[in-house]
């Protein structure tokens, strides 16, 4: 947008000058860089054509430039709501899997399950259930980094995509998640460990990553549960201990 009102500038013969550069005799003071730069101001012989054109138009364009660009960042906002889970915060399954297809060799794929989280629900009933969903998707915002991707990938299952953490370290990732809920887990979630499968994403993607997480999962589960689990042979293994 900044790009087309600096075209506009030029063509009706004016220059730009960073604002505290400007010189207040020959500028005009409306700021073109629409708050997405450091201020710009237009800029001619104060008695010129040029000068004359820039007073005239560049008022109603920015205005209209200003609308749209609020328009913009409205449905940016709207597309991002649409685009987390509105228990949990992190990204709906949707969302996720879209994340997870633009995965590179070396990212990590983590898969929690929440053991024993059927309980909550048959004692406590959903709104109980419903309070410690949402204290663990916190938890994953607040311990995974910035531009890890976590979701909740159904019911009492999340996932998280971890650009260039793998292997050893995205275990070690895991753990420090585990031992984060046992110490900031709701009174009424005493009894739920987390499981966790880990794999790394190879040449063959994403998706077939999050299969031998899943695997790995599903290891830990026969292995005793509440722990983390390294994936390292191809298949899901889908079954066994809920």
């Excluded at 228990?87 to 990590?108: E, K, N």
């Excluded at 399950?113 to 607040?142: C, E, P, Q, W, Y």
């Excluded at 005493?190 to 999962?217: C, H, K, S, W, Y």
């Amino acid at each position: 947008m900044s790009a087309i009102v600096s075209t506009l500038v030029h063509d009706l013969g004016g220059a730009l000058v960073v604002a505290r550069y400007a010189d207040p005799a020959t500028t005009v003071p409306l700021d073109v860089a629409l708050g997405l730069a450091e201020p710009l101001l237009p800029c001619a012989d104060p008695v010129s054509v040029a000068a004359m054109r820039l007073r005239a138009v560049l008022p109603e364009f920015l205005e209209a430039a200003r609308l749209v660009l609020s328009r913009m960042r409205d449905q940016e906002r709207r597309d991002e709501e649409a685009t987390r889970d509105h228990l949990t915060g992190v990204l709906t399954r949707r969302a996720w899997m879209r994340r997870l297809s633009s995965a590179a060799p070396g990212d990590g794929v983590c898969l929690i399950d929440l053991d024993h989280f059927k309980s909550i629900n048959d004692t406590g009933g959903h709104a109980a259930g419903d309070k410690v969903l949402r204290a663990f998707g916190a938890l994953m915002l607040r311990t995974f980094r910035r531009d890890d991707a976590c979701g909740r990938y159904g019911g009492d299952e999340f996932v998280c995509l971890t650009p260039g953490l793998a292997g050893p370290s995205l275990v070690a990732m895991g753990e420090q998640v585990r031992q984060r809920w046992e110490s900031e887990q709701p009174a009424a979630a005493t009894l739920i460990g987390l499981t966790i499968g880990v794999a790394e994403v190879g040449e063959d993607g994403g998706r077939a990553a999050l299969q031998l997480a899943d695997a790995a999962m599903y290891r830990g589960k026969s292995a005793g549960r509440n722990r983390t689990e390294l994936g390292c042979t191809a298949g899901s293994g889908r079954g066994g201990p809920t």
